[in-house]
T-cell receptor, first 110, second 114 residues
Framework: AQRVTQPEKLLSVFKGAPVELKCNYS??????LFWYVQYSRQRLQLLLR??SRESIKGFTADLNKGETSFHLKKPFAQEEDSAMYYC????????????FGKGTKLSVKP | DTGVSQDPRHKITKRGQNVTFRCDPI?????LYWYRQTLGQGPEFLTY????????KSRLLSDRFSAERPKGSFSTLEIQRTEQGDSAMYLC????????????FGSGTQLSVL
């Protein structure tokens, strides 16, 4: 079954510390992986896609097919990074049915 | 605001009543999605439209739920004979045909069934 697991409900770090938000997936085909973010009182929005191999707001994520992981990383956390982060996957052949994890709340303390 | 808009923002209803939500997608987007989110969970896919055609429905979508997108623009989601378990945030999203998986979400409709 297709599944996305985010093992941490809450991750708390100090400003300037490195951040790693974990995401593991279960999927037998060729998934596309995404990170979505929801800042306080804002809408859920796309942060980055694995296929783009881009860095957004200092965040990167590498798809590791051997470990079926797509962890989100940032070397130096900022207070404005505090938000809810959701990992999601999509069947590369589908039209956008995303399967989301339960989310990790990142809290960056000053 | 040219983003996805949803109406109403909040809905309180009694068990057994019918409710209808509306979603207006970004105007140039031909794909429209409905998701449901409960506390402590990520969004769960309900259904998807490409233009006016409903192309995919989740098994989560019981026969009490119906969605329409009659002219390929706005969409409605109706829940008949609401149950307390229907209490959730109902999210609408839209996307174009370009970037796969890049959904633009609305602010959602929070449903409370008493």
């Amino acid at each position: 079954a297709q599944r996305v697991t985010q093992p941490e409900k809450l991750l708390s770090v100090f400003k300037g510390a490195p951040v790693e938000l974990k995401c593991n997936y279960s999927y037998s085909g060729s998934p596309e992986l995404f990170w979505y973010v929801q800042y306080s009182r804002q809408r859920l929005q796309l942060l980055l896609r694995h296929i783009s191999r881009e860095s957004i707001k200092g965040f990167t994520a590498d798809l590791n097919k051997g470990e079926t992981s797509f962890h989100l990383k940032k070397p130096f956390a900022q207070e404005e990074d505090s938000a809810m982060y959701y990992c999601a996957l999509s069947d590369s052949g589908s039209q956008g049915n995303l399967i989301f994890g339960k989310g990790t709340k990142l809290s960056v303390k000053p | 605001d040219t983003g996805v808009s949803q109406d109403p923002r909040h809905k309180i209803t009694k068990r057994g009543q019918n409710v209808t939500f509306r979603c207006d997608p970004i105007s140039e987007h031909n794909r429209l999605y409905w998701y449901r989110q409960t506390l402590g969970q990520g969004p769960e896919f309900l259904t998807y439209f490409q233009n006016e055609a409903q192309l995919e429905k989740s098994r989560l979508l019981s026969d009490r739920f119906s969605a329409e997108r009659p002219k390929g623009s706005f969409s409605t989601l109706e829940i008949q004979r609401t149950e307390q378990g229907d209490s959730a945030m109902y999210l609408c999203a839209s996307s174009g045909t370009g970037v796969s998986g890049k959904l633009f979400f609305g602010s959602g409709t929070q449903l409370s069934v008493l």
